[in-house]
């Protein structure tokens, strides 16, 4: 089965500074390299993801890290700066991620799973499927004018594959370094890898792309759902 992003417009949509790396940041590469424009919203601002030799100004800290992941893969970087922890579906944030879409115009949106661990990435879940619809209604203003269809919505992976049945897999075997040197990018995060109630990120997202990988055959893949609504699935 060929998967071709030639042309498209792919726009991911995480809770945390490194929540791309971690779940989509193999597909996003892969599918820049078939030519596609590639974004990244990142809704919360980080600031509560403290090591435990604290940070000062870790919100400014973790944009110098996204900015400089989002410059490896070539991406357009967009910033909700709502934050850590506090998350919700509410209006300011529909209107935030609805000005995003209209501003990138995607024809593709991969966003978390409602069934991941954390609150905030079960409230971008939310976010990212209401957004998809409401960016093509005329009756929803924002400064950007409305998008001609809603994209298609994929959901990504969840972290250690709590819950989540893959509804497909995409081959990231020659992208996965650029997914590792973006991680990289995120001292502040592999600085926690020590911390009680965290991981070490990068053992854990070579683990788990080495076991999605091994389900579908290939060295390296990411697991993503097809989000089964009307108009927000498309065809290949």
């Known amino acids: 089965m060929k998967l071709d992003f030639f042309n498209e417009r792919a726009l991911a949509v995480v809770a945390h500074p490194d929540d791309a790396e971690l779940l989509c940041a193999g597909t996003l590469a892969r599918a820049r390299a078939d030519g596609a424009e590639i974004g990244i919203c990142v809704m919360c601002d980080g600031g509560k993801g403290q090591a435990r030799k604290a940070i000062r100004n870790l919100v400014a800290v973790r944009q110098r890290e996204m900015k400089a992941a ?4 070539g ?3 967009f910033l909700g700066e709502f934050p850590d922890g506090e998350l919700v579906d509410g209006r300011p944030q529909r209107l935030k991620l609805i000005e995003v879409y209209r501003k990138f115009r995607p024809t593709l949106v991969i966003a978390h799973s409602s069934a991941d661990y954390h609150p905030d990435h079960r409230a971008v879940a939310e976010l990212a499927e209401v957004a998809s619809w409401f960016c093509a209604s005329t009756g929803h203003k924002t400064r950007t004018r409305a998008m001609d269809a809603p994209p298609e919505l994929w959901r990504m992976d969840t972290i250690a594959m709590h819950g989540f049945a893959p509804g497909f897999y995409v081959d990231i075997s020659d992208h996965f370094g650029v997914k ?3 991680l990289a990018c995120h001292q502040s995060q592999l600085a926690r890898g020590d911390d009680g109630d965290f ?3 990068t053992e854990l997202m070579e683990t788990q792309a080495r076991a999605r990988g091994q389900q ?3 060295k390296m893949a990411e697991a993503f759902q097809i989000h089964e609504a009307f108009k927000r699935t498309k065809a290949w």
Do not use: E, G, T
């Open 199 to 201: 991981s070490p990120l």
């Open 180 to 182: 590792d040197r973006m």
């Open 70 to 73: 989002a410059k490896i893969l």
């Open 75 to 77: 991406a357009k970087l």
């Open 216 to 218: 579908a055959d290939v």
